[in-house]
């Protein structure tokens, strides 16, 4: 499930990370972890949210979404 919209979707149609020291990255496997869907990345005023939520700065967290939509999703 999305974080930022609540929507179901198959596992393999979100983008899965987790925080590690302040940063977002790819899920490593060990520790908790969010999905996004990739419609809500595209939302900026949704993912200020998201950022707020998680306490990293808005500009640093969309620039980072940028790095993972752009690459492929994890």
Known sequence: MCIACRKRQPQKAL???QLRD???VP???QGRSFYLCP????D???MRGIAKRLKIEPETWLSTLKEFTTDGES
């Open 15 to 17: 983008i899965r990370l």
């Open 22 to 24: 302040g940063m977002a």
């Open 27 to 29: 899920y490593t496997g």
């Open 39 to 42: 419609t809500c990345t595209q």
């Open 44 to 46: 900026t005023r949704r």
